[in-house]
């Protein structure tokens, strides 16, 4: 189910395009990363989701709504934390919960005590704010983000000065929202390994452009495998191998035989080695981590703003 849907969006601001025509959908029960170099956008598309810019031209509908000619019904079903969620320090949680419950329509207590729940601060909420970590507090900004029962949740760099433990917290409490709650979720960032972990989608941006959205799992993984292999003599072994299976390629880099392929029959290969004199030390399968990808992807569109 269609969550999110930015239907050709723009923003200009004075004659400059800041975002150029982006349409993309986020689903119910996914985490989706907008992930790009910094200036590409992405704070700027997060502005126009949730209300805060002025969108040039297109649409973006929110469960359905359109955000320029709907704008309230549009936007009850956002939460959002774009810029760091206020909270009182000197308050308890729950009383930072309280004070907001009241000031958005149709919170009840009930509902208190189920978003500190969910974000796993049920033992927690009587106690100052001032007394937890960084990751709570991020946690307990994401807890008054759900009072309203919103669709989707946006999070901009939401494990931004976080320590690790902290990261983690945020993307294991994110994935059960989404897994559980069937939220559709919205991060952004420019932490290419954190994405990998956290997202299940990932939208490329770059000059205000998309580039690429692809699952993570099929931009990890193309269906290209490479394999490593120590092999010596190198230039025999090199031989031996090139052109001497189909859709295979074959590269030398630091003494190493670099085999690329959709599908490698790697002990048909070392028996070929094998059988030639060559003598094997290691063979090694390597993954193309999503940070080689992205590289990949973003110089092949112009390179990095
Ligand atoms: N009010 C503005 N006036 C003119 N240009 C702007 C304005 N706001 C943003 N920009 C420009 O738009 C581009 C996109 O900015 P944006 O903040 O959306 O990028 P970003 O992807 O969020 O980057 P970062 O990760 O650095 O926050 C940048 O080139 C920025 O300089």
Known sequence: MIVVSLNNVSKKIGSKTIIDNLSFDVHA???FGFLGPNGAGKTTTIRMLVGLMKI???DIFIDGHSVKSNYEEAIAKVGAIVENPEMYKFMSGYDNLKHYARMTKGVT????????????????????????SLGMRQRLGIA?????RPKVLI??????GLDPAGIREIRDYLKRLARVEDMAVVVSS???????????????????RMVDVQLVNDMVNDGNISYLISAKPVDQAFNLLQNAFEGVEVK???QLLHVEGASIDVPKLVKRLVENNCDIYEVKQINQSLEEKFLEITSEKGGIA
């Open 29 to 31: 029960g996914e985490i």
């Open 56 to 58: 040039t031209s297109g």
């Open 109 to 132: 207590m009930e509902r208190i005590d189920e978003v500190a729940e969910l974000v796993g601060l049920q033992n927690r909420m009587k106690e100052k704010v001032k007394t937890y």
């Open 144 to 148: 008054q983000a759900l009072l309203h």
């Open 155 to 160: 999070l901009d760099e939401p494990t931004n």
């Open 190 to 208: 420019h932490l290419l390994s954190e994405m990998e972990m956290m997202c299940d989608r990932i939208g490329i941006i770059q000059n205000g």
């Open 252 to 254: 030398v880099t630091k």
